[in-house]
């Protein structure tokens, strides 16, 4: 087995730097064959896979977080989607990893363990659009307080995983609400808004169960809708999310759906996998077993 591995020395707090080494001589030790690539900048994992010749190899595999499979994802997906697509996988070791999970991948040892097996599963593959460019994901997108919330941490990120409590902390007190439009399948679903995610799998945030029904190969987007809380129910509500339990409050509803499109009022800034990128309005779409990932 031969694979093309695209490793973030950033990713995890530049844990992924320390990591690479005993990574790769594990893979080595299981007779997995490798060309290292190592990214340098934001989206050098885009252009590396671009620049691959995927028919060359049994696996491309991302050796970081949630961010980096995004990167890798479409450079494959953008420049390769119509010619042979090898499966992909996950060396999970950034600070989310929530894709991961809904591949039982939650370690290192998990990601080297299903690489050896060799026996990926079809996945859902999302897209939004930007302008008339299209971008994919296949774990969650979203905009509102969550993501406003992530924005917020990302300027504390060397704190870990405390940076994510200051960001909810700090939105919280600056709480605002948008108008949104969104357009599913034909059903349309307005009014003032704290949060939606539309999500492929369960999780988010690395353990927060976002979506506790969402699957990843079955067609459809699990999407979440909070309408505007006070502070106190958003601060009594929100932990919830890390055992599914936030739709027990009146204002949090869940649809499902293969299109949506999206407008809000003010503009709002976008979250796919964890990278801040985009703004609305978008339009979002499933692709049914797009793609192939280790298991």
């Known amino acids: 087995m031969k694979i093309a591995l695209i490793a973030n020395p950033h990713s995890g707090g530049k844990k992924g730097k320390k990591l690479i080494p005993r990574i790769t001589k594990k893979l080595t030790d299981h007779h997995i064959d490798l060309d290292l690539f190592r990214t340098q900048y934001r989206e050098h994992a885009i252009e590396l ?3 691959l010749s995927p028919e060359k190899y049994d696996g491309v595999v991302s050796l970081g977080g949630d961010g980096t499979n995004f990167e890798v994802l479409n450079g494959l997906l953008k420049f390769h989607g119509n010619g042979h697509m090898p499966p ?43 302008d008339k460019e299209r971008f994919y994901f296949v774990n969650i997108i979203g905009f509102g307080f969550v993501t406003d ?4 941490a990302a300027r504390f990120k060397l704190l870990g995983r405390f940076s994510y ?7 919280t007190v600056r709480l ?3 108008r949104m439009v969104l357009e599913m399948d034909g059903t349309v679903v307005t009014g003032k808004n704290c949060f939606v995610e539309f999500c492929n799998s369960r999780y988010t945030g690395g353990n927060m169960l976002m979506a506790p029904d969402a699957r990843i190969d079955d067609g459809f987007l699990d999407v979440i809708v909070a309408a505007p809380l006070s502070r106190s129910s958003l601060i009594g509500t929100f932990p919830k999310i890390f055992k599914g339990k936030h739709g027990d409050h009146p204002a949090v509803s869940f ?7 999206v407008m809000t009022t003010p503009v709002k800034v976008l979250l796919p996998d964890g990278e801040i990128f985009g703004k609305t309005p978008t339009e979002i779409n499933i692709h049914p077993k797009l793609v192939r990932y280790f298991c």
Request: glycine residues 8%.
């Open 149 to 152: 919330a992530a924005g917020t």
């Open 255 to 261: 649809y499902r759906a293969k299109q949506v499109r």
């Open 176 to 178: 605002t609400f948008h």
């Open 88 to 130: 992909l996988g996950i060396i999970p070791v950034g600070r989310g990893n929530s894709f991961a999970r809904d591949l039982d991948i939650q370690t290192v040892e998990d990601a080297i363990a299903a690489l050896v097996r060799q026996k990926p599963r079809q996945v859902d593959v999302c897209s939004f659009t930007q």
């Open 165 to 171: 409590v200051i960001g909810v902390l700090y939105r």
């Open 49 to 51: 896979a671009r620049q």
